[in-house]
């Protein structure tokens, strides 16, 4: 129990403080030469938070924003995990396919801002683009390592069974790669989260992106740390909830199996 305390309270406390007393330290320094950086400092920020996140007007992005992700997420998912299906179970696909994906991957998303803007006009519809082409890697990936992972046996009892290619992938694929389908799909939470504010500033009049340019036109840079840090928070209890579905997912399995 004490170690628990310790590894999961303690620690993670000793290190927040020392974080915080490193920034302080750091806008201390700062201060010298650039007098407005004591905005940034610990306690003027504390106070943007609280009364940040005890306004209304702040919930109205973060709404906003998780909306987008969930949409692109949505986007990523469908279009990633039969992708990863596809490439795995047929090699003619795979060899025809895998350069271009390996090179569409290695572009950085928010190299199509401009594009995206051209093609699909502003608003919501360029953010959702840019962010299910970031998370579909992720999800398509391990899709494609979770069906290399499967047992051949199941592929060959299924197929001896003259089970159809729909009742395969249903049946057998699907059930048995959930877990590394979790996985990427965590891995997709954290890239589109980082992705999410760059595409914000895109041409959407709402959202924590689009928030952070207003408290940086606003000069309120109290405000835009106090906006950072919660959506460092927002971002730490979405990849926590991905966590949880992982851990939840291989527990019901590890008891299906035990029985």
């Not at 309270?9 to 007098?35: D, K, M, N």
């Not at 025809?96 to 801002?113: A, D, E, G, I």
């Not at 996985?183 to 500033?201: D, F, H, S």
């Amino acid at each position: 129990m004490k170690k628990v305390l310790r590894d999961r309270i303690l620690l993670p406390l000793v290190g927040l403080v020392v974080a915080i007393i490193l920034w302080s330290f750091g806008v201390s320094l700062l201060e010298e030469q650039t007098p407005i950086a004591a905005m940034f400092a610990p306690w003027p920020t504390a106070n943007a938070f609280v009364d940040l996140v005890t306004g209304a007007d702040i919930w109205l992005h973060v709404y906003l924003s998780l909306k987008r992700v969930v949409i692109g997420l949505a986007f990523a998912f469908v279009i990633g995990v039969p992708l990863g299906i596809l490439v795995a179970t047929s090699k003619v696909f795979a060899n025809s396919s895998t350069p271009l994906f390996q090179l569409l991957r290695m572009v950085s998303p928010l190299s199509w801002m401009p594009l995206a803007v051209m093609v699909l006009g502003v608003g919501d519809a360029p953010v959702y683009f840019l962010l299910a082409f970031a998370a579909v890697w992720p999800v398509m990936l391990n899709t494609i390592a979770g069906v290399m992972h499967l047992d051949p046996n199941w592929l060959m009892l299924a197929k001896s069974l003259s089970a159809t290619r729909t009742e395969l992938v249903l049946r057998v694929i699907l059930p048995g790669i959930t877990a590394h389908i979790l996985t990427g799909v965590r891995l997709a939470i954290g890239i589109i989260w980082i992705v999410l504010v760059p595409a914000e500033m895109l041409g959407v009049s709402a959202g924590l992106g689009y928030f952070i340019l207003d408290t940086r036109d606003r000069l309120a840079y109290s405000e835009l740390m106090a906006a950072i840090i919660l959506i460092g928070m927002l971002g730490y209890f979405l990849d926590y909830a991905a966590r949880f579905a992982h851990a939840r997912w291989s527990h019901v399995k590890e008891r299906e199996f035990g029985r």
